[in-house]
Structures are given as structure tokens and as C-alpha cells.
């Protein structure tokens, strides 16, 4: 889980299907999700596959090796009025390489995840803090 900078313009429904559409448009048909709506806002998620190449060097076999992963993903806009300056979004990421368990015991723990997953305010003084913090010139 990461907190990346990301202007989005501040309507997080809008922003949430602008990410899906653009994520799937990139990853491909072997990928697909949808927007839903979790304790935190509105989050794109969407779910596919990736093989990756292990170096020989790294491998059991001493020779390169596909590995395929299933993974799933989140990305949610921070509300304005819990980010410092309305630029940020939240993204959840997994990944396995146990592709025969995802369904069964991978999913349900990312989707509880999801409906753990707050954003909480902090008093302005503190977003005056991170503000100054921030700002290059301060």
C-alpha cells in the first residue's frame, strides 16, 4: 500500500472510473474490474495476470524461468478533505505466484482490506504543518 501524488481534479467518482477505464485500456483483455464503493471512497479495482522472468541465477532450475502472478489492485482517491492539497490516491496492490489460490484465500483477505481502509481527518494546524513541510520555498 502506497499514497502516491496524482492530480485528479477532486470528483473521486469521476476520477475512480477515469483510472479503471485507462488501467484496462493499458493492461489488456486478460485484466478486468470495476469501481466500487468502500468505507474510504471509491475505488477502481481491477484483477489480472503477469509473468515475470527469473534470472537463471535465482532459480532452482539454474536456467530463466516464467512465473506467472495473478494480482489484484485498488486505487483510490484521497478525499479532499483528508489530503493536504487534494492531489493524492491510495494504491493497494497484490501480487502471488499461488495462482490456484487466489480465489479461495487471496481475494477474500484484499477485500478485507478494502473494507478496512480509512481515511481519517487531522485538525488543520496539521495540514498547515504538512503544507509548510511541502513547500520548497518555506
Known sequence: MTVVDFSHGGDDAA??????????QSRGSEWCGTVLDVPCGKAAI??????YTLPANLSHVGEEVEVPTAQFHAIIPVPNTISVDNERMCLVAFST???????ERYAPVMADVLRSLRFTDVPS???EDARAALDPTA
Do not use: K
Request: proline share 4%.
Open 15 to 24: 476520477t475512480a472510473h477515469g483510472t479503471l477505464r485507462g488501467v484496462l
Open 46 to 51: 481491477f484483477t489480472g495476470g503477469q509473468s
Open 97 to 103: 505466484p499461488s495462482i490456484q489460490h487466489w480465489e
Open 125 to 127: 494546524e496539521t495540514h
